[in-house]
């Protein structure tokens, strides 16, 4: 592991060379508690295309040498789904004011050490370039206290999300289906919103 980790803010078309390390990211990351995600690299190839289409969007990308260990991803939520737009549409917001901060993936061995907070920076600075976004946004599954693949040492991440300005809306939430390690299946799972406001705003 080396001292050196660089962060690469991509956006749009730059983003499609680092698909495939991005796939494998997800893929890793995502397949413990609490997402438990049982993904395909093909899948995750199809996804991430929403990322170099939208002109607005971003990825900042942590490097160790030249290899990608953590990615955090973002774009208008008006390039999102009709799934994640409807609760703030049901809640008197403009999804054109809001900045969807997708996800953050980072390997367990490189946590710890500043790149999570990198990955907010990044995607909020972002958004505010852009100059049209009254929030920043993004959303978490909600799991069972006693799902039965919870780890014993779990420790959600909702402090640090507060440290870093996030407030959670339990009145945001949508759903989205997905095929969970131990399961045959895909199925859908709550999935609920954080707000931060990038400047002084009103909806």
Known sequence: MSEAITVKILSGPE?????PDLARLRIEVFRDFPYLYDGTAEYEERYLQTYVESPESVVV???DGERAIGASTGLPMEHETPEFKRPFLEHGYDPARIFYCAESVLLKE????????RFFEGREGHARRLGRFDY?????VQRPDDH???PADY???????TRFGYVKHPEL??????????????TEKPMVFWLKPLKDSTR
């Open 173 to 186: 939430v949508t759903t989205y289906a997905w095929k969970d390690v131990d399961q045959a299946d895909e």
């Open 155 to 161: 420790e959600p991440l909702d402090a640090i999300w």
């Open 148 to 150: 039965p693949l919870r």
């Open 110 to 117: 490189y946590r710890g050490r500043g790149i999570y907070k």
């Open 15 to 19: 983003i499609g060379k680092y698909i």
């Open 136 to 140: 920043c946004s993004f959303c978490c």
């Open 61 to 63: 990308l942590a490097l």
